[in-house]
Nanobody, 115 residues
């Protein structure tokens, strides 16, 4: 089993920055992909950014140029700059160990951006 623990959420003003961290532990043989998703009230969960084991990154159009994803071994980070009120959501970390493996999710961390 894999456990994911997110941290770094909180309250920020519009235009400010936050850095999220997600540490994976447990039965980890390899990492195929790690990513950040978010879910705002009344909306579906959506991909924010992801990074593969080969360090390829992908961003949602809404955050490209403002957010940066990075990974160091079993920890993935999300640097969020130029925050907007619409970035307010619960942010979840996800990891998949292999291409056809199951996804593991963290419990989420709340990010609130005030205008």
């Amino acid at each position: 089993q894999v456990q994911l623990v997110e941290s770094g959420g909180g309250l920020a003003q519009a235009g400010g920055s936050l850095r999220l961290s997600c540490s994976a532990s447990g039965s980890i043989l390899s990492i195929y992909i790690m990513g950040w998703y978010r879910q705002a009230p009344g909306k579906e969960r959506e991909l924010v950014a992801s990074v593969t084991g080969g360090s390829s990154v992908n961003y949602a159009d809404s955050v490209r140029g403002r957010f940066t994803i990075s990974r160091d071994k079993n920890t993935v980070y999300l640097q969020m700059n130029s925050l907007k009120p619409e970035d307010t959501a619960v942010y979840y970390c996800k990891m998949r160990g292999s291409a056809y493996g199951r996804d593991s999710w963290g419990k989420g961390t709340l990010v609130t951006v005030s205008s």
